[in-house]
């Protein structure tokens, strides 16, 4: 499902070129450092606020003619200007769920010592391992 919302970029002129980022219809606020990191950085917020939201819970977006910079919350901080953000949410939540975890496993003293011995990497063995048992 590919989202979009209307987001406020303020641009700070300071050393870092931070740009402050609102997102109005999620009450959000985030920051980047320079125009496509500050694109970034909206993207993560909106895929994150909405993650686990089903499509009836998602708040419907602005029309991006009804958004007032001048009632931004950054409006003094700089010079404002509005874009659309769009977010892929049933991509986002692929890659959020594909990060590592840590997992512990239990196996037999001789295994381990084998393992190690052998310079087996232990998790792709029971990555592998997992993967061809569920069919992947």
């Not at 993560?44 to 419907?60: E, R």
């Not at 496993?105 to 569920?134: E, F, G, H």
């Amino acid at each position: 499902m590919n989202i979009i919302y209307p987001v406020i970029f303020t641009e700070t002129n300071d050393k870092k070129s931070t740009i402050l980022i609102e997102i109005p219809d999620l009450n959000g606020f985030t920051q980047g450092y320079g125009i496509a990191d500050a694109i970034n950085m909206a993207k993560d917020y909106i895929g994150n606020a909405l993650f686990d939201k089903v499509a009836t819970d998602i708040p419907k977006a602005s029309r991006i003619d009804s958004i007032d910079l001048k009632k931004s919350e950054f409006a003094k901080a700089g010079k404002s200007f509005l874009s659309l953000v769009d977010v892929d949410l049933d991509m986002f939540r692929q890659i959020e769920k594909s990060r590592n975890v840590r997992r512990n496993i239990t196996l037999p003293q001789w295994l381990d010592d084998m393992s190690r011995k052998a310079k087996i990497n232990v998790s792709a063995v029971t990555q592998n391992a997992l993967k061809k048992t569920l069919g992947f």
